[in-house]
């Protein structure tokens, strides 16, 4: 049974960097079956996707946080992370690392699939 | 296309059957079967319900069911119980440069 389990520094001030880590136990991230993603919950608000990543390395990012979001992962040590530069209080909220299905398309294997299962998530606040 | 449309709330009483709709375009719910349901508990994690629109992942109650009908998806619950009060949130695959995208969430209430 793959488990998800989440780090970060639980609060950030406005205009800085952080990282936060996803440690899987129970499967292999270098599955050629699955993308691993972050995704994120702002108090009272709902879900959005924010990057997926691929145990080679490709990765997508959504539009809106491209600039600012770096999907990494590391193989040997079984994680993989997410780096977000110049946060800001619109980005306090609860980020959920996930395991993603990978499902060809015309572009080839990619994020398409659903998330199972989910990390239990952990409170990011941006606050001077 | 930056969200799926959701109701923002549906009840029901014990016993009766309710429907979650989720509604979107052609380049997402309605160009693809990448539609997945999603359940969460106030401050826990999301847990998934349906996946590929209709698909029940092993141990989920098959009162739960998925259905698709052009650009809007539907997930049923049938004989609802106390237990099943929660928010509900639906994500599909997206053919533009979002890639993913979640509804709104739909808090369901047993009457």
């Known amino acids: 049974q793959v488990v998800l389990q989440e780090s970060g520094p639980g609060l950030v001030k406005p205009s800085e960097s952080l990282s936060l880590v996803c440690n899987v136990s129970g499967g292999s991230i270098s599955s050629s079956n699955y993308y691993w993603a972050w995704i994120r919950q702002p108090p009272g608000k709902g879900l959005e996707w924010i990057a997926s990543i691929f145990y080679t390395g490709r990765s997508f990012h959504t539009p809106s946080l491209r600039s600012r979001v770096t999907i990494s992962a590391d193989t040997s040590k079984n994680l993989f992370s997410l780096e977000m530069r110049s946060v800001t209080a619109a980005d306090t909220a609860v980020y959920y690392c996930?395991?993603?299905?990978?499902?060809?398309?015309?572009?080839?294997?990619?994020?398409?699939?659903?998330?199972?299962?989910w990390g239990q998530g952990t409170l990011l606040t941006v606050s001077s | 296309q930056t969200a799926l449309t959701q109701p923002a709330s549906v009840s029901g009483s014990p016993g009766q059957s309710i429907t979650i709709s989720c509604s979107g375009t052609s380049a997402d719910v309605g160009g693809h079967d990448y539609v997945s349901w999603y359940q969460q508990y106030p401050g826990k994690a999301p847990k998934l319900l349906i996946y590929?629109?209709?698909k029940r992942p092993s141990g989920v109650s098959n009162r739960f069911s998925g259905s698709k009908s052009g650009n809007t998806a539907s997930l049923t619950i049938s004989g609802i119980q106390t237990e099943d009060e929660a928010d509900y949130y639906c994500?599909?695959?997206?053919?533009?440069?979002?890639?993913?995208?979640f509804g709104a969430g739909t808090k369901v209430t047993v009457l």
């Open positions: 590929d629109v209709d």
């Open positions: 996930a395991r993603q299905k990978a499902i060809f398309g015309a572009k080839g294997l990619g994020p398409r699939g659903c998330f199972d299962p």
């Open positions: 994500s599909s695959y997206a053919s533009n440069s979002v890639l993913k995208i």
